[in-house]
């Protein structure tokens, strides 16, 4: 049997005396489109911050195709393309420069790095962008140098948390059907989002996370349970709909 795109055991992060992340197992098919939801505060960036080598648990294991992320890093880091929610990056580089430094850091081929760095600017609508330094970019505009840094040593899994935030309706199909095609080439994505829609769009395996525990996970459509995948997610995380009858004053 192949090994999991990634698999999670027993991980735990605590922040002073709050456990952000208790105890959390899970694992990812290889070959799967993966969504990660939960409320705001319920561990998700934590635990993916854990699972790709971005910050250490207290306890428990992270393994990518079988490779351990704290073990031996570098075998685990090599499979991997990471869009980490509110990335930093080098601000006095231009696009093509960010590209360029990032596939040479990796070890690259430096004609390979050239050529893949001309084809995801372009597809991504980045051309331009590619001459403009980094630090004059929008927000949109980061996460899209971001996605492209993540896929230019073409990885075997993805790891993206909120790809498409502050992405215009045009860049977000065009990232929408690279990952599509990415995952029919064989590949594994893991998708953090709090956009229900988009994760029932995309992805066909899912787990919520409440209080940094797994409430659910499986196929998607396991564990919609004949719900909208939102509806199912307000009735696992135990939501309740606000009463809007006080603010009545809004009306016109």
């Known amino acids: 049997m192949r090994s999991p795109g990634l698999r999670l055991a027993g991980l735990v992060k605590t922040f002073g005396d709050v456990t ?20 705001n505060g319920a561990g998700k960036t934590t635990t993916l911050s854990m699972a790709v080598g971005l910050l250490r648990p207290d306890s428990g294991r992270s393994e990518i195709f079988g490779a351990d ?24 580089l231009t696009g093509r ?37 980094v630090m004059e970019y929008s927000t949109g505009m980061r996460k899209k140098a971001a996605l492209a840094t993540a896929l230019l040593h073409a990885p075997k899994l993805l790891v993206l948390d909120e790809p498409l935030e ?11 059907e690279i990952l599509r095609r990415f995952v029919a080439g064989g590949g594994t994505v893991v ?42 997610f307000v009735d696992l995380v135990g939501g309740r709909l606000p009463k809007t009858e006080e603010l009545a004053w809004l009306a016109s």
């Open 20 to 39: 952000v992340v208790d105890h959390i197992d899970l694992d990812v098919p290889s070959g799967s489109f993966f969504g990660l939801v939960g409320p």
């Open 166 to 176: 502050a992405v215009d309706p045009v860049s977000a199909a065009t990232i929408k």
């Open 97 to 133: 420069e960010l590209l360029r430094f990032t596939g040479l850091l990796r070890g690259m081929d430096r004609a390979d790095v050239e050529r893949r760095a001309g084809e995801l600017l372009d597809t991504l609508g980045l051309t331009e962008a590619g001459r403009t330094l």
């Open 69 to 92: 992320v704290w073990a031996d890093p570098a075998r685990a880091k090599r499979m991997i393309g990471v869009l980490p929610d509110g990335l930093s990056m080098p601000e006095r």
């Open 191 to 232: 998708l953090s989002s709090h956009v229900m829609a988009l994760v029932e769009q995309l992805c066909d395996h899912v787990a919520v996370i409440d209080s940094g525990r797994v409430v659910a996970a499986g196929n998607t459509d396991g564990v919609r349970g004949g719900l909208s995948l939102e509806e199912r």
